[in-house]
């Protein structure tokens, strides 16, 4: 059963820092990737998705990897500002006998101190 | 605006009620979910459906109930048999369950608290 890690479960940094948050997963037949980001007491905000054939994908100051057969993705997130403290989640999509759902992590919740 | 929402915002239940979180989206989206998640906690899947009239039991659907009647609309009945249901509830949709590349929305979330 895919089993999904982050790693840490939770960070402070200074604001203009760069940052690296991780996950991991156990079971590396994933069709996709996906990091969230979620604000207290709010839904999740897809940040982005990575196709299992892609290595990385980027937007803005967020560059995401994807490393499919060591089982590990990582987020980094150039610059921190104030505004990013959020709790970040990845997810990893995975077929069953039904169709295609997804895999969370626990996240890793991130302050960045001004 | 397209998107997903979800009422009510809070819901509060009492101990052997039975209480119904509304999840309706307009992006024309095939699949949609049901999860649960407690503090501190990654989301765990209840049920999904990949189209009208038809769903998929998830990881913990002991004590929920689902529909699917129109593409639109897929509430989720919390019923007395679960027994610890107070969490936060996020419904999310995908264009399509069979698509590998396409990514999830979510909407904003019920909170239910049981009392």
């Known amino acids: 059963k895919q089993e999904v890690t982050q790693i840490p479960a939770a960070l402070s940094v200074p604001e203009g820092e760069n940052l690296v948050l991780n996950c991991s997963f156990t079971?590396?037949?994933?069709?996709?990737l996906q990091w969230f980001r979620q604000d207290p007491g709010k839904g999740l905000t897809s940040l982005l998705l990575?196709?299992?054939?892609?290595r990385e994908q980027t937007s803005g100051r967020l560059n995401a990897s994807l490393d499919k057969s060591s089982g590990r993705s990582t987020l980094y997130i150039a610059a921190s500002q104030p505004g990013d403290s959020a709790t970040y989640l990845c997810a990893v999509s995975h077929y069953d006998n039904y169709g295609q759902n997804f895999v969370f992590g626990p996240g890793t919740r991130l302050s960045v101190l001004p | 605006d397209g998107g997903i929402t979800q009422s009510p915002k809070y819901l509060f239940r009492k101990e052997g009620q039975n209480v119904t979180l509304s999840c309706e989206q307009n992006l024309n989206h095939d699949a949609m979910y049901w999860y649960r998640q407690d503090p501190g906690q990654g989301l765990r899947l209840i049920y999904y459906s990949q189209i009208v009239n038809d769903f998929q039991k998830g990881d913990i659907a002991e004590g929920y109930s689902v529909s699917r009647e129109k593409k639109e609309s897929f509430p989720l009945t919390v019923t007395s048999a679960q027994k610890n249901p107070t969490a936060f509830y996020l419904c999310?949709?995908?264009?399509?369950?069979?698509?590998?590349?396409?990514?999830?929305?979510f909407g904003p979330g019920t909170r239910l608290t049981v009392l």
């Open positions: 999310a949709s995908r264009i399509s369950s069979s698509a590998a590349y396409n990514e999830q929305f």
């Open positions: 990575i196709q299992s054939s892609q």
């Open positions: 079971d590396s037949a994933i069709y996709n």
